[in-house]
């Protein structure tokens, strides 16, 4: 898929049996389906898919070569988690990446973002990409799950257990290109 002048593939890679931690700290075994972003500027960015043993799913970032605002993206620090719902459905909460400006080395923190602020951040109608990547259904969380809590009005994708493609696209545009393109709304406050 183009985003841009960059690039979403598959690479149809499965590496079987990793070992690792998963987003609630849980050491688990897992398989990783692997992804590739590139972008004509020298960016390669590989992702995994991954589901536990124990359930659990997410989308973490591998490797990368490029920027080095997305060096610490691919130590797994901003992890993209699925949430699992009945019917073999998975949600994610759609948290935008931030460059801390205030911090030297340019890490970068997860925040609540409105639809607006998702879509500037990455320069792409994020909803729409999404539906036209297969997620089921993009909007607040209450009205896509069901679930009233406090996030109920954050922004969330809805998943089937089958699409991958969709968790790792949620998660470049809602991690990497608003880091790629600088993005963040407090500097527009002026």
Same mark, same amino acid.
């Not at 070992?19 to 390669?44: D, H, I, R, W």
């Not at 990446?97 to 911090?103: F, I, N, Q």
């Not at 954050?154 to 696209?169: G, I, K, N, R």
């Given at each position: 898929?183009?985003?841009?002048?960059? @690039?979403? $593939? &598959?690479?149809?890679? $499965?590496?079987?049996? /990793?070992?690792?931690?998963?987003?609630?700290? $849980?050491?688990? /075994?897992?398989?990783?389906?692997?992804?590739?972003?590139?972008?004509?500027?020298?960016?390669?960015? %590989?992702?995994?898919?991954? /589901?536990?043993?124990?359930?659990? =799913?997410?989308?973490?970032?591998?490797?990368?070569?490029?920027?080095?605002?997305?060096?610490?993206? &691919?130590?797994?620090?901003?992890?993209?988690?699925?949430?699992?719902? %009945?019917? =073999?459905?998975?949600?994610?909460?759609?948290?935008?990446?931030?460059?801390?400006?205030? &911090?030297?080395?340019?890490?970068?923190?997860?925040?609540? !973002?409105? =639809?607006?602020?998702?879509?500037? #951040?990455?320069?792409?109608?994020?909803?729409?990409? +999404?539906?036209?990547?297969?997620?089921?259904?993009? #909007?607040? %969380?209450? !009205? /896509?799950?069901?679930?009233?809590?406090?996030? =109920? @009005?954050?922004?969330?994708?809805?998943?089937?257990?089958?699409?991958?493609?969709?968790?790792?696209?949620?998660?470049?545009?809602?991690? $990497?290109?608003? +880091?790629?393109?600088?993005?963040?709304?407090?500097?527009?406050?002026?």
């Amino acid at each position: 898929m183009l985003i841009g002048k960059c @690039s979403l $593939v &598959s690479t149809d890679e $499965v590496l079987p049996g /990793v070992e690792g931690k998963t987003v609630s700290g $849980v050491a688990s /075994v897992g398989n990783f389906y692997m992804f590739q972003f590139t972008c004509p500027n020298k960016l390669k960015f %590989k992702l995994a898919y991954v /589901v536990w043993q124990n359930g659990e =799913r997410d989308v973490r970032p591998t490797s990368s070569e490029g920027p080095s605002v997305l060096d610490h993206l &691919s130590s797994g620090r901003r992890r993209l988690t699925l949430a699992p719902l %009945k019917n =073999r459905r998975y949600y994610s909460v759609l948290k935008q990446a931030r460059v801390k400006y205030e &911090s030297p080395n340019e890490w970068s923190g997860l925040f609540k !973002a409105t =639809r607006e602020e998702l879509d500037a #951040g990455c320069g792409e109608d994020v909803f729409e990409f +999404l539906r036209e990547s297969g997620a089921l259904e993009v #909007g607040n %969380k209450e !009205a /896509v799950t069901g679930i009233s809590d406090k996030q =109920r @009005s954050w922004p969330t994708a809805l998943y089937s257990s089958e699409d991958h493609f969709s968790p790792v696209l949620a998660f470049i545009l809602t991690r $990497v290109i608003p +880091l790629l393109n600088g993005y963040n709304p407090q500097l527009y406050l002026l």
